[in-house]
């Protein structure tokens, strides 16, 4: 016997640029639907519970913890995922400073960064501290992050 | 760039000391990387843990009848559908807990139904009756007499390396070090300190979760894919475990979303074979969610421990009596080794020729330990440096002075009395030196007030040596090309430590050639890559390091030899260099590799030789196990040393505090990749920061764990890290390649106790008890008027 | 991932989702009312309440109000933190909704579903007990007003089947002095230890409280100790701390004992910042 067939809630939404029509259960979250649905697997989970900013994905512009988002409430709305930045200054300055290790909370931490310079292009950097302290990331020191964030906005190192 | 020089000589540039960019850095910033949890199969079923609630408890019954009504539930599986016994170096544990539980968050049941959200549903539905039983909660109320016994049947567990229970307590390992004369130690101090620290037991809390997928194919092969630095030992476990023959057994590990040591206990691979085993071989998965990776799979390991430590009127140290109860919780797993570990290192890096120690894994009704970061070097290391510095104020010498003062040297012994020269210790008088450069210590004030802030340095040393099987190795093969470009082949898992790039360095400094041109897989596959012992212990660059070597000089061997004879000469002649083979005496003349890389053909079609291949290995050299009675012997290959120091500001109106500088010198050897050892240098300073001023679990009196997310346990976040320090002595270990030292896990050390020291100067207490919260401080200042 | 299923309602009309809710609820469903959701999926995930059906108010129009009329500030129930922090019409609610969780999830957590969450800090809601604020109530009677102080008694004291739409705040208290300090041991992000909003209105402190006790709360007792100068600031504490409505929480972000130690310094701070004013 199969599981319950409750994925009966249709969902239109544009990902990185394109349309996506699908059926999902109301209680499905985003992150999982990018995910197993659409095979975006670049936004990670890490606590599943909006703790770690893992999973941030842009829903029209600003960066949202997408384990915390039912998929029936991005209805109607556009999303960027790390799958739709190529060659970002960010991720160039990411590339550049080698601002990670081992690169699971990568994706989770640019997609924010390029929230940030979209919605502020100028942050200082009080508002990038409160912005990137969304995102957690256990191997850097966040001095190499600094190092590109730092690249991106012009500032001094 | 290579090529010819101008004289017509080959012109080779070194790939060492050179900060190439990770292989796989654009996955990286892409999204594009396949953790584990990241590969889909269709027809998946999805595995769920149900946990116990209670830290200790008796198992009255399981009844799975309300979650197999669950449409989409598959089978719910128990301890006793699979009665085995798990674990190395002493199989204690059963991978499903089997009439009790021993600690909050052991697996009770597993479900696996068609979906992720049905197993969780199903999982939640199990009910089980549990008697509860009085549960032992520190490490120092298990030593009691009269504690209650985790495990009632330790004689009865079956040994796989050493290891030395004792049956009717809670000790389930016992090292001993005697070294020297304790009554003539004691008798030339003329000061002594003796100090309690307790480090509480805490998470790895590597952001990717534990995940582990299994399939029992129809021929009897079992594959896994696993976020684990130890995939060989996978195969190893699980063959032993379930009698499968080890060929049988493949492992794939991916790249890995950070370990810290935390993935190199096998625990979830076992759930996932019995899963999968339970549905007639389907390919299951099984992932944690962040609650129970943090309390159900093994945490960093905690200690109490008593130092007692006396110099002379001049501050010679003279003696030291150490007690070492490490909090192994309720399985002994690898901490039974880090306990050993305590002990081989257990002085620090200073010569003490009178020591007597006891280092102690307890059972505790905590969760288990296993290996972290530091494998038991945080933790003394904190005990140790505690005592020094209190020590150095005692006989009123500067703290950075009295270290190097005691700095142990060539010719001295460790602990295991392990004669130690120039190649195997490393020069930490050395990095005692640049530290005190690199952050102005002498012309610096080491405490300055400034209204209600206080501004204080604490500084402290470290050493570490691996602690390995003493027949610990790996092996690596170099596949040629058809255009002069390598394969390369081994067993080192990338936990983002950059050890795979790191490793094509390596290749490319010994072939004298392009880096670039060297491949290698983000992952590993036991199937079909040499066997290397765990990626852990910061010693992978070490044996595969030395394994590409021999691999590398295999393949040279036969690069000459086919070269030899399309150039009519002896092999001896030749050199290998920059994508080519060329005479010693006339660089320019030589045939370029990719004529020769699988073969060379003449031009009547006549052939010669064949693709190359370059095989080597290496396994730890001259290592012994140590003597039970004084822990004589030779634990590992060579020790890594450095100084530390960390800069605080304190607010003495609520003790809340800010880390404003934090530096390290470590003697590295031989830096390989400047910017990978600096980020592995910082990236665990940063870590080791965290962990010494928040990182705990808390558990409520009835060991139940009231802070299993990163909401209540807290993290190090963007915009606090202090401004980091960070310089490199190298004094080359012989043995090693190009004579690097390990670094990986050594940034992490010292920082427990350079905060702590720092602190205790600031707010003028001991501050003896991690994690030194606002509150830790606030509350030992508080009892101690 | 949340291992039950759900139904999910989308009303466009405050009447629609209160008509709605009603028949959810008659029909066994359970149903609860959802802004921002990041609270209710955090207790779903864990399995610790088990709603059958959810009402989503974002796409109501009067719950996404942000505007001054006629003197009055309205804020919509279903207008994110961080939305209302860069509009900052009203500072000391900018300041401390900035400090509520992380940046990315004010994106999503709205000043509704922080007022009338069940975790124990929901600290949006001291400014607008200090400023004495209107809430907009809705349900099946219709809409009603009411003070915020009057019905958020540790909670917000809604009847059954009603929801936040607004709320309404006189531009009087809009640019009051005022000091807001949250205090953690450690970090920047995080449940408070402390977290304390002050106002100065008529040469009178007043005060508000979250993390100090499982509820956030604003006391006439303690604002009339603080205020009482004929005594030095330390003695008007110690009397204020006796009125604390309920024991100190004690819990991960630090022990009852630290808590009174942490707030009696952090009243002082606000105290004496104000008094200077």
Partial sequence: MSSLDSAKYPVEFEVNGEKQTIRVRAADILLYTLRDNLGLTGSKSGCDNGDCGACTILVEGFPIKSCLMLTVEVDGKQMTTIEGLRNSPVQNAFVKNQAFQCGYCTPGFIVNCEGLRNKLPHADKETIRVWLESNICRCTSYEEIRNAVKDVFSLEK | ?785 | MIPFDFEYYKPTSVQLAVKWFHFLQKKGKNPLYFAGGTEIITWARQNSIHPGAVVDLKSIPECNAMEMRNDKLIIGACVTLSALSAANSFPLLSETAQGIADQTARNQITLGGNICGNIYYRESVLPLLLANSRIVIAGMNGIREASIRDIFLRHLRLGNGEFLVKTITDRSYLSLPFVHYKKRQIGNVGYPLVTVAAFKKDSQIHTAYSGVCSFPFRSAQIDRELNDSSIPLSDRIVQAIDYLPAPLLNNAEGSAPYRKFVLKQTMADAVHTLESR
Avoid at chain 2, 685 to 714: C, H, V, W
Wanted: glycine fraction near 8%; charge should be neutral.
């Fill in chain 2, 1 to 785: 760039m290579l090529g010819y020089d101008e004289k017509g000589g080959v012109k080779i540039s070194s790939s060492l000391g050179k900060s190439i960019p990770r292989k796989e850095t654009w996955e990286k910033v892409t999204g594009i990387t396949r953790y584990v949890n990241d590969i889909s199969t269709p027809g998946l079923f999805h595995v769920k843990i149900a946990i116990s609630p209670h830290a200790h408890a008796k198992i009255i019954t399981i009844d799975s009848s309300e979650a197999m009504k669950i449409p989409g539930v598959k089978e719910v599986i128990t301890g006793r559908d699979f009665p085995i016994l798990t674990g190395s170096p002493l199989a204690d544990r059963p991978p499903i807990a089997i009439d009790k539980v021993r600690y909050y968050g052991e697996p009770v049941a597993l479900v696996v139904a068609d979906q992720d959200y049905i197993a969780e549903m199903a999982a939640n539905r199990i009910k089980v009756v549990y008697e509860l039983l009085p549960a032992v909660l520190s490490p120092r109320e298990a030593l009691q007499k009269n504690a209650p016994l985790v495990h009632e049947r330790l004689a009865e567990y079956k040994q796989h390396e050493e290891v030395y229970p004792e049956p009717g307590t809670n000790v389930a390992n016992r090292t001993k070090i005697r070294k020297g004369n304790m009554e003539e130690g004691w008798r030339k101090s003329h000061h002594t300190v003796e100090v309690e620290v307790t480090l509480p037991q805490s998470d790895h809390a590597a952001m990717e979760m534990r995940c582990c997928t299994a399939e029992i194919m129809p021929d009897g092969k079992v594959i896994f894919h696993s976020a684990s630095q130890s995939p060989f030992v996978i195969r190893r476990a699980i063959s032993q475990s379930f009698h499968i023959p080890i060929h049988k057994v493949i492992v794939h590990t991916p790249l890995v979303g950070g370990s810290f040591g935390g993935k190199s206990a096998i625990q979830m691979e076992f759930l996932a074979y019995m899963a999968s085993r339970a549905v007639g071989g389907r390919a299951v998965k099984l992932v944690n969610s962040r609650e129970v990776d943090m309390i159900s799979s093994p945490v960093h390991i905690g200690l109490d421990a008593t130092v007692k430590l006396g110099c002379t009127r001049e501050g010679k140290l003279m003696a030291t009596e150490i007690l070492h109860l490490y909090d192994g919780g309720a399985y002994s797993d690898r901490g039974a080794v880090m306990s050993r570990s305590g002990a081989i290192d257990c002085t620090g890096p200073y010569r003490i020729d009178n020591v007597h120690c006891d280092s102690l894994c307890m059972y505790t009704n905590h969760p288990y330990s296993t290996s972290y970061r530091g494998f038991g070097h945080p933790e003394l290391t904190f005990a140790m440096e505690r005592a020094v510095d209190l020590l150095a104020n005692l006989v009123n010498m500067d703290p950075l002075e009295f270290r190097f003062n005691n700095a142990i040297g060539p010719g001295d012994t460790t602990p295991t009395q392990t004669l130690l020269d120039r190649s195997n210790l490393g020069d930490l008088p050395m990095c005692i030196a640049k530290l005190k450069s690199l952050i102005d210590w002498d012309d610096l004030p080491h405490r300055k007030i400034d209204g209600h802030l206080i501004k204080a340095r604490g500084v402290c040393c470290f050493w570490k040596t691996s602690d390995t099987p003493t027949d610990a190795g790996a092996g690596a093969v170099i596949v040629f090309n058809p255009d002069g470009s390598i394969n390369l082949l081994c067993g080192a898992v990338e936990i983002g430590q950059g050890t795979r790039t790191a490793l094509t360095q390596l290749l490319a400094e010994k072939l004298r050639m392009d880096d670039q041109m060297i491949h290698i897989s983000t992952g590993v596959n036991t199937e079909t890559d040499p066997q290397h012992w765990k990626t852990v212990a910061s010693r992978s660059t070490f044996l595969v390091g030395n394994a590409i070597l021999n691999a590398a000089d295999d393949a040279i061997v036969q690069l000459k030899s086919i070269a030899a004879i399309v150039m009519q000469c002896l092999p001896t002649d030749l050199d290998v260099g920059a994508g080519k083979v060329f005479f010693k005496d006339r660089p320019a003349k030589g045939i370029s590799i990719d004529k020769i890389a699988n073969g060379y053909k003449f031009p009547n079609g006549n052939t010669i030789g064949g693709q190359v291949i370059g095989r080597g290995s290496y396994a730890m050299r001259n290592l012994t196990s140590l003597d039970p009675e004084t822990g004589k012997g030779n634990p590992g290959p060579e020790w890594t040393v450095g100084a530390q120091a960390v800069e605080v500001e304190l607010n003495t109106k609520e003790y809340t505090y800010k880390i404003v500088k934090a530096a390290t010198v470590i003697d590295a050897g031989k830096v390989i990749n400047p910017e990978f050892a600096r980020s592995q240098v910082t990236g665990g300073m940063s870590m080791g920061l965290s962990l010494a001023s928040r990182e705990a679990f808390l558990f409520n009196d009835q060991g139940a764990i009231i802070n299993p997310q990163f909401r209540t346990y807290k993290l190090i976040r963007y915009g606090e890290q202090p401004q980091y320090f960070v310089d490199f002595v190298e004094t080359p270990h012989l043995e090693a390649p190009y004579g690097l030292r390990g670094i990986g896990e050594h940034g992490l050390i010292g920082m427990p106790a350079a905060l702590a020291n720092s602190l205790t100067l600031a707010a003028g207490v001991e501050l003896n008890h991690l994690p030194l919260t606002p509150e830790m401080i606030w509350r030992t200042i508080h009892d101690s008027v």
